[in-house]
């Protein structure tokens, strides 16, 4: 089974700061890929889709590198709401969809 | 208001006592899942419905039966539970397409 990988964190981040991180994909065929936003002990939410060309929603960037096989997640001027774990998903040829362990952010005053 | 619930949303039990967790959509959405998750470790499938009366097996189905009788539904049967079936579960739904699934509020099992 193909897998999702990502860094389990947490990144302890002072407000008003950038973060970024990443997701590495193994299936280079895949041509679908999300980030989900989970709140301690509450059910994933999506974030944002993340297209070929990037895409950007408010202060949350998403880029793909298909040539690294890698997804990224830029969040600016971080609010403490921020707070959370963002799991990375590859929707696979099958539209099935890989779930990361996801990438723990704590955004501190 | 749309919404997927489940219940219960905690549940203790013991090994072997059979039971059933609930699963209902309002959104007329034709695909749901169910996903169990553990510490350290992405969301894992166990089974999943494009439709009524039609589901397929995810990544880890041994030990869980679902049946799809009506489209908003889909239960989670454990016949007989084990300890290692200890976990968080979550059921989605999925619109035709569209890629976003949308999740209940959770169940936390524990299997003694």
């Known amino acids: 089974r193909k897998e999702v990988e990502q860094d389990p964190g947490p990144f302890n981040v002072p407000e008003g700061a950038t973060v970024a991180f990443n997701c590495t994909y193994s299936?280079?065929?895949?041509?679908?890929f999300f980030w989900y936003r989970q709140d301690c002990r509450k059910e994933p939410k999506l974030l944002m889709s993340?297209?070929?060309?990037?895409n950007e929603d408010g202060r949350f960037t998403a880029q793909l590198n298909r040539a690294s096989q890698y997804i990224s997640l830029l969040i600016r001027d971080s609010k403490l709401s921020d707070s959370a774990t963002y799991l990375c998903?590859?929707?696979?040829?099958?539209?099935?969809?890989?779930w990361g362990a996801g990438t723990k952010l704590i955004i501190k005053p | 208001e749309a919404q997927v619930t489940q219940n219960p949303r905690y549940l203790i039990t013991v090994t072997g006592k059979k039971l059933t967790v609930t699963c209902s959509q309002n959104m007329n959405h034709e695909y749901m899942s169910w996903y169990r998750q553990d510490p350290g470790l992405g969301l894992r499938q166990i089974y999943y419905?494009?439709?009524?009366?039609?589901?397929d097996k995810g990544d880890v189905p041994e030990g869980y039966k679902v049946s799809r009788k009506e489209k908003r539904n889909f239960p989670l049967i454990l016949e007989s539970p084990s300890p290692n079936q200890t976990s968080l579960y979550f059921c989605?739904?999925?619109?035709?397409?569209?890629?976003?699934?949308?999740f209940g509020p959770g169940t936390r099992l524990t299997v003694t």
């Open positions: 989605a739904s999925m619109g035709q397409g569209s890629y976003e699934q949308y």
């Open positions: 998903v590859e929707m696979d040829s099958n539209y099935q969809l890989i």
């Open positions: 419905s494009m439709n009524v009366e039609v589901t």
């Open positions: 993340v297209y070929s060309s990037g």
């Open positions: 299936n280079s065929a895949s041509q679908s």
